[in-house]
């Protein structure tokens, strides 16, 4: 396949590349920082001086930087030197038309970029546990599984450039919306006078066991369910204890003086969510 490449070792980046360092071919390790690339040096990665060194000896690239703008400039200077055939394979979380406007322009010089950024955080990394939603050409897509499965365990194609993108945003859209539900509950639990360092072990525990929000995204659209559809009985049980649940929490926060806008807009909105009536 040829040395890969990677730029961009912070948080996540340096323990991704860090399940990189004996690819068959080698690994070209690039950052700022001499003191991140220092470690994979003493491990037998090359350290390159530049994105363009990179992409003069890598067929595949990985880019783990900030932002838009770094984005931009790092895909910008590899394909300077990158050959035809290249694929570059972008984790930053950036905006999906960022992505499609640097598909466009590395196909123009023969290369491929993929937008493949990650969920699954510094412990993913580390564990090579993380999952990777990809966006950008599939035969692209099916040379990078085999680097990409160095160090994520669920690789996932969503479709051409910026699919992978849009899938990450969707998921953490999931995932910080939940962070401020926690601290609605968190607030209720407290007015109560309840532990909120026991109330977190059962939250995380419980959630191990049912797989959280996960768990009710079983549909393959967001229209209303039909009586007869294979979910419509799972999700309206799921319902009728949600409604219930929801009513008895929120009676508790007007007891305590506790406002949950969240706990609301769940109440009135659990029902469409989940596809069925609010009653049958």
């Not at 399940?19 to 037998?44: E, I, K, M, N, Q």
């Not at 530049?50 to 703008?69: P, R």
């Not at 090579?128 to 680097?147: H, S, W, Y």
């Amino acid at each position: 396949m040829g040395a890969y490449g990677f730029i961009g070792l912070g948080n996540i980046g340096a323990p991704m590349a860090g399940h990189l360092v004996d690819w068959p071919d080698g690994l070209v390790v690039c950052d700022l920082r001499a003191d991140a690339t220092a470690p994979f040096a003493d491990r037998g990665a090359t350290v390159a001086a530049s994105a363009a060194e990179v992409g003069a000896a890598c067929s595949v690239i990985s880019v783990m930087v900030l932002d838009d703008a770094q984005v931009r400039a790092v895909v910008g200077e590899l394909l300077t030197t990158a050959a035809p055939g290249t694929a570059i394979a972008v984790h930053s979380t950036i905006r999906p038309g960022t992505a499609e406007d640097l598909a466009v322009t590395a196909a123009a010089q023969g290369v491929d970029l993929l937008d493949a950024p990650v969920s699954g955080g510094f412990m993913g990394a580390h564990e090579g546990t993380l999952a990777v939603m990809v966006g950008g050409d599939r035969a692209a897509f099916e040379r990078a599984k085999e680097p990409f499965g160095r160090w994520a365990d669920l690789v996932m194609h969503f479709g051409p450039a910026g699919a992978g993108t849009r899938a990450k945003l969707a998921r953490n859209l999931l995932h910080f919306i939940a962070f401020t539900a926690a601290s609605e509950a968190q607030q209720l639990a407290e007015a109560s006078g309840l532990d909120l360092r026991k109330l977190a072990r059962v939250v995380r525990h419980s959630d191990a066991i049912t797989g959280g929000p996960g768990a009710i995204m079983l549909r393959d659209t967001t229209t209303a369910l039909e009586p007869g559809d294979d979910w419509y009985d799972t999700l309206t049980h799921v319902r009728t204890l949600g409604e219930k649940d929801l009513d008895l929490a929120l009676a508790l926060a007007d007891e305590l003086g506790v406002d949950l806008p969240l706990g609301r807009l769940a109440r009135a909105r659990l029902a469409a969510g989940l596809g069925v009536p609010h009653t049958d």
